[in-house]
């Protein structure tokens, strides 16, 4: 399959230096010494015979004068060298155009470009990042490459730069980013919280804020800080915002309530606050409940009423208990145990978030996806989600980090 490739490649590299010589001779040029093979071209045959294929390319490809007939065909080369993974070739390929002195300056900059791509698609971040600058500055390219720095400084968690691209591209008319700001602030906070620099991180967060108010990862960062610098009272109200508003964050928010409370010497009021918050909406209730279960929490007094409650509502689960237990059997706390066990291995055993722009699923929380780098596109699966694939007799799989 590889030697096919191989060979259609050179096939495709001599036809252009056939069909440029061809066309040379029709155009009327007297075969002169200067139109009789190149030393490149013969090199080129030399790399073949002694099967060195990529050489032989690369030979083939400096015989042809480039101009506006053969550049087309060579880029288009590189691109499909690019998407099949060889960007070892697809990089020399558009290394060789660029060191060709007749190139014209359009050209040059789409060479410069494509090289660009070939350096991102091989994780070269800091050779990508150098061309990239310089497109970055004027001309055809500009807004590509100010996106495709965005994509760098993210990889490369230089959050700063990133938001200074934002900037640059809003001022040249492109939709202003202030999501994905908000959470390259809460990145850069999230950094000084680590290295205990709590002022820091309460500017990063109010930066955050400003760009993005009812922004629950700040909410949710803004709760720590509170427990960080031993105020933890300031982070309650934070936490139950964010659980009321975005019950898909249920797994974000009850860890930090557990830790929270315990920070304030009052471990034995999460029950009553989870009752309060379940009390909002169903739809609270069922996803602090899940969380609950998935945590591991269920030993916490009052939680397995909790538990309880949401067994015997969640449609799926409910469907199983039938089936498996005598009518009129009450859900004892034995059974009600062992059966959230069940649910929390097979939550953990399965990828149980997906992003619902590009579908990328994986077993943890990611506030961008490492699908489609959106960000809050991942949300939870729900369990009659997680558990519809064993009632069709298949494990679930999907796209992981791990995977
Ligand atoms: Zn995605």
């Known amino acids: 399959m590889r030697a096919s490739w191989v060979e259609g490649v050179l096939i ?16 009327g040029t007297a075969p002169t010494p200067s139109r009789l093979p190149s030393s490149d071209y013969l090199q080129g045959l030399n790399y073949l015979v002694n099967e060195q294929p990529d050489r032989a390319v690369e030979a083939f490809l400096r015989a042809v004068a480039v101009d506006r007939d053969t550049v087309e065909t060579q880029f288009a080369l590189g691109a499909l060298f690019r998407r099949r993974g060889e960007t070892d070739r697809a990089i020399r390929m558009h290394q060789n155009l660029m060191t060709r002195t007749e190139l014209d300056p359009v050209h040059r900059e789409q060479a410069t470009y494509a090289l660009a791509q070939d350096y991102l698609r091989a994780g070269l971040y800091d050779r990508a990042e150098k061309l990239l600058l310089g497109l970055s500055e004027a001309g055809t390219y500009r807004i590509s490459a100010l996106r495709d720095l965005c994509r760098v400084y993210e990889v490369e968690h230089d959050w700063e730069k990133a938001i200074e691209v934002h900037r640059v591209l809003a001022k040249v008319g492109k939709p202003a980013q202030p999501l994905a700001i908000a959470h390259y602030w809460c990145e850069l906070a999230a950094m000084s919280m680590a290295d205990k620099d709590y002022d820091t991180a309460r500017r990063h967060l109010a930066a955050a804020r400003a760009e993005q108010r009812r922004f629950p990862r700040g909410a949710l960062l803004r709760a720590d800080l509170a427990v960080a610098i031993g105020e933890p009272e300031l982070a309650l109200p934070l936490l139950k915002r964010v659980a009321i508003h975005n019950p898909t964050l249920a797994g974000e928010v009850l860890p930090r309530l557990v830790k929270t409370l315990k920070a304030a010497g ?11 918050l379940a009390r909002e909406s169903r739809e609270v209730g069922d996803a602090l409940a899940y969380a609950a279960i998935v945590a591991d929490l269920l030993e916490t007094p009052g939680l397995l009423e909790l538990a309880r409650d949401y067994v015997s509502r969640e449609p799926t689960v409910a469907e199983m208990v039938q089936a498996l237990l005598p ?4 859900l004892e706390a034995a059974v009600l145990t062992r059966l959230c066990t069940a649910l929390r291995r097979q939550a953990l055993r399965a990828p149980r978030f997906q992003c619902v722009e590009c579908g990328f699923s994986s077993t943890g929380f990611f506030w961008q996806c490492p699908g489609c780098k959106s960000w809050d596109s991942l949300k939870p699966l729900s369990p009659t989600e997680l558990l519809a694939p064993l009632a069709n007799g298949r494990p679930r799989s999907g796209r992981s980090p791990g995977a």
């Open 12 to 27: 495709l590299t001599g036809a252009i230096v056939g069909w440029y010589a061809t066309r040379r001779w029709r155009i």
């Open 266 to 276: 009052r471990e034995a009021d999460l029950a009553g606050i989870l009752k309060e």
């Open 327 to 330: 009518p009129a059997t009450a």
